[in-house]
């Protein structure tokens, strides 16, 4: 297996933080209510006309300078979201002409929160083929296109939420809460070091795909967008969190158990424990039935919410520049995405 290191991080989150109190103003909530069900006080939202390429772009340039590379050596871009500024093309190609380095492949993956797991794997195959020697990877989302309200001045306390308006939200509220927008960049690099991806158990499951799914806007209707869309509210996502919530952590644990096994590992052997951030809950479940200490499964959810694709980039970037992550730490990756799509990786920075 190709050994590959990162070699540069970085995220960006737009606008000024959306705090519980300020989702009171357009729901009937309360920030103990959002706290308890999913450890999250505050997320940012993408301005409107701000794309996840733009969200894209500010990240790599981070994790570019980081690196101390020219950006002209980036050979390869691994681009992840689940809410891209056009249903095609794909938002890679105009990360890359933002970025300036136009005539570098850009590939668009759709895992979503699982998107992390499959970029990891993708990314040591190009390696392993000799397709490329510098990876940039970018999850980024700007889920504030499916909010569950149209007047984001209500959020700025401009002006009082209409009763219609409030009962339109408090339909999506369990949805609503949790997510945020933002984007995390990852550089990596070829080396001869012990270093990359070091095991990996992937699953997918459709029989489960309307878990979480947007029921509305897709190719298998004619025409695919209709008025009736957006009055049904068939653009909002459904989800539901009970029996997601149940598949996490059944299979999560499950997962990382036998991946461990596989590599004659215990679990403290292994360092981290890179969780996708999607719910508080899911992983103090996950982490004490793996009994892994607080302080191996560090969290970030609580200031930016669920970013999707974006949420294990940015809590590496947190992590690496704060001096954590250390060459050479054996750490596992875990995330659970809608599809179903789920596993672990064991990879040593």
Not at 110 to 134: S, W
Not at 204 to 210: C, I, R, V
Not at 212 to 226: I, K, N
Not at 294 to 311: H, K, L, Q, V
Request: glycine fraction near 10%; charge should be neutral; charged fraction near 25%.
């Amino acid at each position: 297996m190709a050994s590959f290191e990162i070699i540069g991080t970085g995220h960006y989150v737009p606008g000024k933080p959306v705090t519980n109190d300020d989702l009171t103003r357009i729901m009937t909530t309360t920030d103990e209510w959002i706290v308890q069900r999913s450890g999250i006080k505050q997320r940012h939202f993408a301005a409107d006309g701000e794309g996840v390429s733009d969200l894209g772009t500010e990240a790599a340039k981070k994790a570019i300078e980081a690196a101390g590379i020219k950006k002209e050596e980036i050979d390869y871009v691994v681009f992840a979201t689940m809410t891209p500024e056009y249903m095609f093309p794909g938002s890679g190609a105009l990360l890359g002409a933002k970025l300036g380095i136009p005539g570098v492949p850009c590939l668009d993956i759709r895992q979503q929160c699982a998107a992390m797991l499959f970029g990891l794997q993708t990314i040591a195959g190009l390696f392993a083929t000799g397709a490329a020697k510098t990876v940039l990877f970018v999850g980024s989302e700007a889920h504030a296109g499916f909010m569950p309200w149209d007047d984001w001045d209500v959020l700025e306390g401009k002006r009082e939420a209409t009763p219609a308006e409030r009962e339109r939200a408090d339909r999506h509220r369990a949805l609503a809460v949790l997510f945020g927008d933002g984007a995390g960049a990852l550089v990596f690099r070829k080396t001869d070091r012990d270093a990359g991806l070091r095991g990996m158990k992937l699953h997918s499951d459709g029989t489960y795909a309307k878990l979480l799914y947007v029921p509305g806007g897709g190719f298998s209707q004619r025409p695919y967008a209709t008025k009736e869309i957006v009055e049904q509210e068939l653009h909002i996502p459904r989800m539901d969190g009970r029996e997601l919530f149940k598949f996490a952590v059944t299979k999560l644990p499950k997962t990382a158990r036998e991946l461990a096994k596989e590599h004659n590992l215990a679990i403290d052997d292994i360092r981290w424990f890179l969780a996708h951030q999607a719910n508080q809950r899911i992983n103090e479940y996950i982490r004490k039935e793996l009994a892994v200490d607080p302080e191996r499964m560090p969290m970030n959810i609580d200031r930016f919410g669920n970013t999707s694709a974006g949420t294990i980039p940015i809590l590496i970037d947190e992590l690496w520049r704060a001096g954590s992550l250390k060459k050479g730490d054996l750490s596992m990756v875990l995330a659970l995405g809608t599809g179903v799509h789920w596993g672990c990786a064991l990879w040593r920075f």
